[in-house]
């Protein structure tokens, strides 16, 4: 329970790094950025456990959770792009 709390805060500000770094001019607010910022936390922590990088009681670092937080925001200007189409 311990390391699923500490993933979502180290998403939140992970997904507010992100936010600055990835390019372009992005429409979500606030609130999307930060749950942009978890959801990449989680993909970062679930899938290097299920990758064999961390254990099982452990959370992902900051640096792949900002990776994983770019990523998700990456697919998330995608879909967003083709709705608005």
Same mark, same amino acid.
């Given at each position: 329970m311990w390391t699923l709390i500490v993933a979502i805060v180290v998403?939140?500000?992970a997904g507010l790094?992100?936010?600055a770094i990835h390019p372009g001019n992005d429409k979500a607010g606030f609130i999307?950025?930060? !749950? !942009? /910022?978890i959801a990449g936390s989680l993909l970062a922590t679930y899938g290097g456990? *299920? !990758?064999g990088l961390y254990d099982e009681n452990s959370a992902a670092g900051f640096i792949a959770s900002v990776i /994983?937080?770019?990523?998700? *925001?990456?697919?998330?200007n995608m879909v967003? %792009? %083709?709705s608005r189409v």
């Open positions: 998403g939140f500000i790094i992100a936010r999307m950025t930060t !749950l !942009l /910022g456990r *299920l !990758l /994983g937080a770019i990523i998700v *925001l990456f697919i998330y967003s %792009k %083709k």
